[in-house]
């Protein structure tokens, strides 16, 4: 499932090639995604410039002067820019014409995305508005996560997966930010400490800054349609590492469900 690294790989890939562009033409050929794509977006978007490409959460925003295209990428999703000539493949459900030589194609074989259009301020809209903050940015801090946790006898884990918390922390990341840290993923929220929150704090940044910068774990090329994996997967300490030794106390990673998700941790690094 494509998260917060992959969705900013994406936007860092696509925006010198469609920042600036014209939308020539929109087709699409599946509407019903997680939700319908609305009946006027052909209307909406056609020969629009695409001034800014932004992110929030996991959700990419085409900025124009008629309006905002909202794309998220759902559970296998993926955009990627394509010459005007290559086919479409069997779930290349929408294709974005630029005046340029390339087409943006939406490509998702769960059909668990959405692209959504909507001419108020996207900050505003209804699956955005309500969202807690950016992990990358100032607002998300010590003294923030510690209060927020004051209310919450959750698991730490669900607790920074939590989008109404905090948004972009998926679940490898939040196995790899727990052990960066040395915290135990079943401790309660509320038991943390502010001091381990600023020590985890610092590994979330860390991990997601790091997957960034290696393409992020399932996603590496946005120009070519091959979907080849990004490099982060070989960077993974604990995550889908259940029987290896720990690289670092040579213990075995454990692994157990929460919340129906898989985590991997290490029993004696993280306490």
């Known amino acids: 499932m494509p998260e917060l690294p992959e969705v900013e ?27 319908l794509i609305p009946s006027n977006l052909k209307n909406s978007l056609k020969n629009q ?35 005007k000539n290559q086919p479409y493949l069997k779930h ?20 668990f995305g959405s692209i959504l259009w909507t001419k108020q301020n996207p900050a505003m809209h209804r699956l955005i508005a309500h969202l ?40 490898i990341y939040a196995n790899e930010a727990l052990f960066l840290s040395g915290i135990n993923p079943k401790s309660r929220a509320n038991r943390i400490s502010k001091t381990r929150y600023e020590i985890l704090i610092t590994s979330i940044r860390t991990v997601l800054l790091k997957a960034i910068s290696k393409g992020g774990t399932t996603l590496r090329d946005f120009v070519n349609a091959d979907g080849t994996p990004g490099y982060f997967k070989n960077k993974l300490k604990v ?32 306490t």
């Not at 030794?245 to 898989?262: A, E, G, H, L, T």
């Open 9 to 35: 790989t994406t936007k860092n890939g696509i925006s010198p090639y469609i920042v600036g562009e014209y939308v020539n033409d929109i087709i699409i050929r599946e509407r019903k995604l997680r939700w």
């Open 49 to 83: 410039c695409i001034n800014q490409l932004t992110r929030r959460a996991k959700y990419l925003l085409f900025h124009t002067n008629n309006g905002c295209l909202i794309v998220h990428l759902g559970m296998s999703g993926s955009l990627r820019l394509v010459k």
């Open 92 to 111: 290349d459900h929408v294709d974005f014409i630029f005046e340029s030589k390339y087409i943006l194609r939406f490509h998702d074989p769960r059909k």
């Open 132 to 171: 807690g903050p950016e992990p990358l940015e100032d607002e998300f801090n010590a003294d923030y996560l510690y209060a927020k946790s004051k209310n919450h006898k959750i698991s730490i884990k669900a607790f920074i997966m939590n989008s109404y918390i905090v948004v972009g922390i998926g679940n």
């Open 239 to 270: 995550y889908g590492r259940a029987g290896k030794s720990c690289q670092y106390c040579r213990n075995k990673i454990k692994v157990i469900k929460q919340n129906q998700r898989s985590t991997f941790y290490c029993t004696f690094c993280q």
